[in-house]
């Protein structure tokens, strides 16, 4: 209750740095491996269980075990793993880590394809309007991996199991199956790649990590369409605090201002000129 108050004001107090990670509340806790954001979903005061949300990049699950360890003790008990989506920032981590803690993994089943070893990812579209990070793309591996014994959808009702409080949205354009998290009690949205604070066409952007407000990351986004629908679908939820797949948590206005904007301007700001998945329609 006492922290449904203005968020802007929470962040800087409970905003604690810890090697790469940042506390966006008491029990959400958002840990960077090399570009890609993880969360930890649990407050360690209270108990040793958590949910971790996404599974970062490719060999980061040592560092994201590590993490869970400083943060909730040596006898942490991981309790589910929800995947935003299935893009290999997202899930780099996971098969390792269900080596060694055989918990459900929640994801949209239109992400399933990718989970299941069924189908690759979409190539990554090196031609698109967006400089250094869309040409190295192409060096990103595309192949699916196969966690199937793990896998089951999240529930139809919007309800996030073991996220009490916690919604899912279906926040497609991105990848099809893509969710969004949203949390009433302190309006946190964790939005995985539907929009991004961090420019991740601009290599210099993702190294400096300056805080602004993007629209997905150009070249994976296949559904330019359905990408602005979820942004317009998720500033409507008017977030006090956003944490995404890259950049750093955002927060008041500037958080505020930047989703309006973004959501207004999508078509000249979020979508490129050119690329292959782009038709202007
Ligand atoms: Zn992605
Ligand atoms: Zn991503």
Redesign the pocket.
Known sequence: MERSTATENILPMTSIRSGSGTEIAPDVYCYTVQV?NVFFIGNPNISNEWVLVDAGMPRSAKKILKAAENRFGPDHQLKAIILT?G?F??VGGLIDILEQHKVPVYAHPLEFSYLKGITDYPEPDTSVEGGMVAKMSKIFPTQAIDITAHIHELPSDGSVPEMAGWKWIHTPGHSDGHISLFREQGRILIA??AF?TVKQDSLYKVLRQKKEIHGP?VY?TTNWRAAWESVCKLADLQPSIAAT??GKPMTGALLAKGLVDLAENFQTTAVPAYGKYVHTK
């Open positions: 890609a989506h893009h920032d997202h995985g790649d991004v990351p994976l797949g890259h």
